[in-house]
Structures are given as structure tokens and as C-alpha cells.
């Protein structure tokens, strides 16, 4: 066993596409091995924005011997009454480049036939590798690759070198314009000379010498324990976020974390917008005070270590007090015109073509917005409708404009300093809200309402004018909002008919539409029941137990959502199989017999049909009476007591006589219960 390593070094690429790189390169290495019967352990995957690095321990030397076995045709097709091959046989051998008296006659459960067995010697490893490095990285799917001079592969960036050692030995390969040898670099600006490699152990010790720290987790481990000193300088403590400390982590090849400062004056501004102006443009972090307030300072990630760390400090400050005057005067300028008189604005800005502007959108979703408040709690009707009057007009803000992803936070403060009441100014900014899966939900039943009606309005829009969310693109985000809509209705327990809001919503969007709505609203219903059944799944929910329910009924989401539950836990009851399998009997029966006959109990002879036909009537009255009060739970007990009474009915009674007024009128009785039972579920579905 050797062990290989594997560099790939390029340009920098950018940050958010390493992370992904070096899982699928690892998953994509694992599966060549596999497939080239290869074994190996201690597979790991390292990277900075300069080098995606492969480390497998121990690698075997060579590939697994394999034997290989090949069914032909049969013995009695294969050799002659004397015993000789024929030739069927002989061409068997040819195809499988045996010798026809190598072939052995094998027992299978369609009889004996002729097998060919080859045995095939396993090649030396570093013969298959450079055949299987090169495909690897070639096939690393990242999110956009490129070209460069006149080379024809395609890469995130261009190749540069690339260190590929087996056991201390190069594999010889070539990419584009590159050959693989023992040469690595260090850092671009600190240690740019080449460095010769021999073994993962001086690899490490080398780059760590050339500034370059290859190892991910150990990179994340300094920035955070630098910002911690850095921040204690100041008295402050980072503001936490994950998502930009990987980000960081994948801009540098050796971090330095240093503290700047900024105007005090600054922190006048709303919060979101001074933290937004460091993070989102110079990937800065915000320091605040033991109590959570903002600090006038800021930790920068330095990719060097400067002779004069105050020069790269100024930098930085320079850049951050330019972005956040910006950020100032246009606060300043924004706040000389109230929100409410630049929703008329809205009427320039298009939010689709075909949809129209950002007004018309925003008079559609508050009708639709008010006629849902009418269904949960119609005393909030005046703040629904005030937020979703006044919910888009930061749009055409001065600040929105400079910084679009804080739209909805410049409409809450803006809402806030005009003076709008709190359930207002917060439903501004949450009716965005769940913005991605596991984000939050509005915090109040006036976001809620605003939330469901916007992403209703932008579903029901965009199928109607037919753009369509494919598998590879969903622009408007529509899988999103249909998932954010499930969440609010089912976390909240609204009693929604998604039926009819689309309908109002479609009367919103008549004059928009270009199809039938007919269609229009069977489609945007699918797409609902195939992101709730998404939804589901994903919070391990059996796959039959959706499929049963969800086949009967899908409307009521709080409703079907508390069936489900009920039938998940009664798939455990002792005695629920039988009944599935009852209600399976009984549907089984009743394909292909004529509906529509009612029940004649002066018909019933046996007493298992007589005793069947009381037990049903018995539990449809409470079976009825208990679904129509949604006691899911005490409904399935109801059924399952009718258990002993169904046995008995299919172990006695011929369902299928010669005397027609008999066989329709048990078939009625089992329809009847077939009924019953799906007024619940088609549990036929169940496994």
C-alpha cells in the first residue's frame, strides 16, 4: 500500500465553488477506485482558493485479480448428442476469447448452460492512474467552468501546475498545456518560488513554511481565534456568521485577522444596514458589546502578512467609510419622501412582463391578502392591508437601490421612523419570510397573511403565463415560495383551502393569465402536492401513508396534514394490518362491478353479511360524526373495530354468486365500506 497525492493548482476560484469541488472530487475518486477494483483507505480532500488537494493514505498496488463469468446458451443447444461443442458453443467461446474446452456446464433455475470463465490479472496501479486523475478532475461539476488560451479542457480556472506523486513517484499525465510532476508554489505574493514535493508529510510542513495553509478546518480554527483577539483589543465580540466565516476561510491561503474602526457617527444608521454594508461587499465582520450593540469596529481577513499591519488596516477602513457614506446619504434622502407616497412609484418598476408592474402585483396580493384575513381574524384586516399596501415601496428607495438585498429591512426602519404601528413595520420585512428552507417564519398573523398572499400571487402569476420552474432553473423561486406557503399554513395551523386561494388568486390575475384557469389551477395544485409530499419526505414520513392520504384529498393542508399523523401512528396498532388488507379484499372485488346499487339488508342470508352489514352501520354513523369533527385518531380505532366482522365476512360469505340481486347487494356492502374508509384514505395504498 502507497499513499497519493493529488494537487490541482489554478487561479484563484472563487470561494463559494472549493467547498462543493472537494466533496464531489472525493465522491468521484471513490467511485473510479471502486469501479477499477482498487483498494484503498484514508481518503481526504484539502483546498484553498489556489489548490484543490486529494490525500488517500494507503492505495493498493495493484488492481484486485478478478474472475469474470459470462452465461452462454444452454447445455443441450451447446454440445451435440456425442457430447461435442457446437456451434452455438464455439461461437459462444470466440465473443468471450476462451477456449471452447474451457467452458463448464453450470446448474441455474432455467437449467444448466455453458459458462465461460476469464480470469483477469490485476494491473499495476500507477499504470491506471493516469488515466483516472485526469477524468476526475475533469469531471468535477463545478457551478461554471472555463476555457483559457489554446488549451481545450475546461476547468473553474486555469491549470497551472498539478503535483500528482504515487508512493514518492510521479504519475505522468498531462492537462491542456500542463504536466503533472513534483513542483507545487506556495503562497502568490509571500513564498511564489516552486517547491519540490516528495510525501504528504513534507507537502504540509513545505506549504505551512511558503505561508499557505492547506487544511480548511485548520484555516477556520486561526480566522476564528485571531478575531477573538483582535476583538478583545476593542473590548468587543465578533457578531457570529457561519456562512461568511466559510467564505473567508476559502478567499485566503494564510489569514490574518486585524481590527479596524469607523466614524461613530455611522451607527446612527439602522443596524442591518451598517452590518450589511461591512459583510456583504468588503466580507467584514461586525463587533459588538456585551449587550449586542454595534461596535464602530470591524475585523478584516488579511491573505498577508504585511510589514505595516496599520497600512493594510487604513485600507480597509478607507474602503468601509466610503461604502457607508453612501449608505448615509442616501438614508438621509430616503426619509425625506413616506413610504405610502412612493408606492406610486411602484407603477414604473415591472416585476414581470407579462405580470406587469410592482403596483399591479401589490393591488392583487392585498385583495387576496384581505379575503385570507377574513378566514383567520378579521380584526387584522386594517393592519394586512396597510402592510401589504406598503410591503414593495422600498423598492424604488435610494438605499434598496445601492443595496438590494436589504429590501424589506430598509421598508421595516423606514416604516418605523414614519411613525407605522409595530405589527406593520415588522410584517414589512417578514412577509419575505421563510426566505430558504429552515429560515423562520413571520412572527405575527399579519406577516403570515401578507407572506402567503405575495408567494401566492407570484405561483398563480408565473404558471399562468407559463414560465415554469424547470429542473435546472426556478427564477422566480417558486418551489421556495410554495414551500414557505406549506409551512405557514401547517407551523401556524391555518385551516386554508389552497383551492381557493388560487381561485382568488386567478381572479386577481384574469387579465394576466394566458391559459385556461381550469388548467392553470390543476397544475399549481400539483406542483403544491408534490412539494408537500417533498416536505414530508423529508421529515422521514412513510412514502405509502402520504400516498394513501394524499390520493383522496388534498386541499385542507392542516387538514390532510393531521390525517397523515393519525394514519402513521395506526400503522403500528397490532391489529391495523388486517384491516388494510380487508379494504385491499374488498376493492379487489368491487374492479369492474357495477356501482350505484344500494343496500337491501332483506337480501343478507348469511349471518357473517348480516353481522358485517350491522357493524358498518353501527360505525358509519360515529365513523361520520368523527370525521366531520377531525378526530382523526378515535375515526381509525372506529374502523379497525369493524376488524372481526370483515374476517368473518370474507372467510363465509361468496361474495361472487350466480344470483345477481345477491352479488350486487354484497358488492354494495363492501362498496359502502370502501367508501367509508376512503372518505379517510385509500389504503390500498399502504404496504
Not at 484543490?52 to 498496488?61: A, H, K, P, R, T
Not at 491549470?159 to 504515487?166: A, D, G, N, Y
Not at 418605523?416 to 429560515?439: M, N, Q, T, W
Request: aromatic share 8%.
Amino acid at each position: 500500500m502507497k499513499e497519493l497525492l493529488l494537487e490541482i493548482g489554478t487561479e484563484e476560484i472563487p470561494a463559494g465553488f472549493v467547498p462543493q469541488a472537494l466533496s464531489d472530487l472525493k465522491e468521484l475518486v471513490q467511485k473510479e477506485f471502486e469501479a477499477h477494483r482498487i483498494d484503498f483507505k484514508g481518503i481526504q480532500t484539502l483546498g484553498t482558493p489556489r489548490r484543490i488537494v486529494l490525500y488517500i493514505e494507503s492505495v493498493s498496488e495493484k488492481q484486485r485479480d478478478e474472475e469474470i463469468k459470462k452465461i452462454g446458451p444452454s447445455k443441450a443447444v451447446s454440445f451435440d448428442s456425442s457430447g461435442k461443442p457446437t456451434k452455438a458453443a464455439i461461437g459462444f467461446a470466440k465473443g468471450q476469447s476462451v477456449p471452447v474446452e474451457s467452458l463448464e456446464v453450470i446448474q441455474t433455475e432455467k437449467g444448466e448452460y455453458v459458462c465461460a470463465i476469464r480470469r483477469e490479472t490485476g494491473r499495476p496501479t500507477l499504470e491506471i492512474l493516469p488515466h483516472i486523475l485526469p477524468k476526475v478532475i475533469l469531471s468535477i461539476p463545478f457551478q461554471k467552468s472555463m476555457r483559457w488560451a489554446e488549451v481545450s479542457i475546461r476547468f473553474a480556472r486555469p491549470i497551472h501546475w498539478i503535483l500528482s506523486l504515487f508512493g514518492g513517484e510521479v504519475i505522468p499525465f498531462e492537462m491542456g498545456d500542463v504536466r503533472s510532476g513534483n513542483i507545487t508554489y506556495g503562497h502568490r505574493f509571500m513564498h511564489p518560488d516552486p517547491i519540490a514535493v516528495k510525501d504528504f508529510k513534507t507537502y504540509l510542513q513545505k506549504m505551512s513554511e511558503a505561508s499557505v495553509i492547506v487544511d480548511p478546518a485548520e484555516r477556520k480554527k486561526r480566522i476564528e481565534e485571531g478575531m477573538i483577539r483582535e476583538g478583545a483589543k476593542v473590548s468587543g465580540k465578533v457578531l457570529k456568521d457561519e456562512d461568511l466565516l466559510n467564505e473567508v476561510n476559502f478567499l485566503v491561503e494564510y489569514p490574518l485577522p486585524l481590527c479596524g474602526s469607523f466614524e461613530e457617527r455611522f451607527l446612527s444608521l439602522p443596524r442591518e444596514v451598517v452590518i450589511h454594508s461591512m459583510k456583504e461587499h468588503q466580507r467584514y465582520f461586525p463587533l459588538m458589546d456585551d449587550h449586542g450593540r454595534l461596535l464602530p469596529h470591524f475585523i478584516c481577513i488579511s491573505n498577508i502578512v504585511p510589514k505595516d499591519e496599520r497600512v493594510v488596516v487604513k485600507g480597509n477602513e478607507r474602503v468601509l467609510k466610503a461604502r457607508l457614506s453612501d449608505a448615509a446619504f442616501f438614508f438621509e434622502d430616503d426619509l425625506k419622501v413616506p413610504l405610502e407616497k412612493r408606492v406610486e412609484e411602484l407603477k414604473k418598476v415591472v416585476f414581470q412582463a407579462k405580470l406587469g408592474t410592482y403596483y399591479e402585483k401589490v393591488m392583487r396580493f392585498k385583495n387576496l391578502a384581505s379575503f385570507i384575513v377574513e378566514r383567520i381574524d378579521p380584526k387584522l384586516r386594517p393592519a394586512v392591508e396597510r402592510v401589504a399596501l406598503l410591503c414593495k415601496a422600498d423598492l424604488v428607495t435610494g438605499m434598496v437601490g445601492e443595496f438590494p438585498k436589504l429590501q424589506g429591512i430598509v421598508g421595516r426602519e423606514y416604516g418605523r421612523l414614519s411613525g407605522e404601528k409595530a405589527e406593520v413595520y415588522e410584517a414589512i420585512y417578514e412577509h419575505y419570510l421563510p426566505g430558504f428552507s429552515g429560515d423562520r417564519l413571520p412572527s405575527s398573523p399579519v406577516g403570515d397573511v401578507v407572506s402567503i398572499a405575495d408567494k401566492m400571487d407570484t405561483i398563480v402569476g408565473c404558471f399562468g403565463v407559463s414560465l415554469l420552474p424547470t429542473g435546472t432553473a426556478d427564477p422566480f423561486g417558486l418551489r421556495r415560495q410554495a414551500l414557505g406557503i406549506i409551512r405557514i399554513i401547517l407551523e401556524k395551523e391555518y385551516s386554508l383551502s389552497l383551492g381557493e386561494l388560487i381561485e382568488k388568486s386567478g381572479e386577481q390575475l384574469k387579465e394576466k393569465v394566458e391559459r385556461p384557469f381550469t388548467e392553470v389551477k390543476t397544475e399549481v395544485l400539483d406542483f403544491f402536492r408534490i412539494r408537500y409530499q417533498n416536505f414530508l419526505l423529508d421529515k422521514g414520513y412513510p412514502f405509502d401513508v402520504i400516498e394513501a392520504v394524499l390520493s383522496t384529498s388534498f386541499d385542507q393542508l392542516l387538514d390532510v396534514q393531521r390525517r397523515i399523523d393519525a394514519l402513521r401512528e395506526a400503522k403500528e396498532w397490532k391489529d391495523f394490518e388486517s384491516i388494510v388488507i380487508g379494504f385491499k379484499r374488498a376493492m379487489n372485488i368491487l374492479k369492474g362491478a357495477p356501482s350505484g346499487k344500494g343496500i337491501d339488508p332483506s337480501l343478507f342470508s348469511e349471518s357473517a353479511e348480516k353481522n358485517l352489514y350491522r357493524a358498518f352501520i353501527d360505525a358509519k354513523g360515529k365513523i361520520d360524526r368523527l370525521l366531520n369533527q377531525r378526530d382523526y385518531p378515535a375515526s381509525l380505532l372506529e374502523m379497525s373495530r369493524m376488524k372481526k366482522a370483515i374476517d368473518e365476512f370474507f372467510d363465509g360469505v361468496m361474495v361472487m354468486v350466480e344470483d345477481e340481486a345477491i352479488r350486487h347487494n354484497r358488492l354494495a356492502l363492501l362498496d359502502g365500506i370502501g367508501q367509508l374508509f376512503l372518505r379517510f384514505a385509500d389504503f390500498s395504498k399502504l404496504t
